[in-house]
């Protein structure tokens, strides 16, 4: 048998495999496109917007969360900088910069992928508010896609807080994706986060739907 007629079986097979593992328990999730941000302790919102200063809000997200009218530049090695980084509120225990691969490029540092709170050894970044700049020595992350649950969307679903589970859209681009990790609790909405790099990719937007595999 020639050496192309065996590849081209392999390649076969392998396809037949990857429909096989590809099955869906057939729960919808909407996608939520997530946009660079940040979040602050209230001692960096201080520092950037003055003394007893407090966030006020723009928009309420989920799980008591909330988009603020106050925005950032971020800055990373060389200078390179971007602008109206928008802080989400209420404030933290620890600083926290969430930015696309894309960005990580442009600012010139290396971003790890993490889950959000997971910043130990993460990259370096400077903040530069109206009325201050804090220098982070690590916080900057790209972060790990993921699907906000209610404890009864898990339970429909078939999936548990901190499980691992890949997830497809079905567009054009027919994109899987891998290593998406549940989160669950009592004030989320049914959502999965992507990042603008992750939706421009694979041609999704907010609102639409994946279907989780199993």
Known sequence: MEQRTVEMIAQMVLQTLNKMDEKDNGYQVPV??????????????????????????KKDLMGGQFACNETVTIVGLKLRAIENVRVLGPVRKASQVEISATDA?????????????NVAGSAPIAVVGPKGAIYMKEGCIVAMRHIHMSPADAAAAGVHDGDVVS????????????????????????????????????????????TILK
Do not use: C, W
Request: neutral net charge.
């Open 32 to 57: 939520g496109v997530s946009a660079r941000h940040i979040h602050l302790t209230q001692q960096d919102v201080e520092t950037l917007f003055g003394e007893g200063y407090q966030l006020t809000k």
């Open 105 to 117: 490029m442009k600012l010139g540092i290396k971003a790890p992928v993490r889950e959000s709170g």
């Open 167 to 210: 997830v497809r859209a079905e567009n054009e681009r027919g994109t899987v994706f891998n290593h998406v990790k549940i989160r669950v609790n009592e004030s989320f909405t049914l959502e999965m986060h992507i990042d603008t790099d992750e939706a421009n990719a694979s041609k999704i937007k907010t609102g639409d739907k994946v």
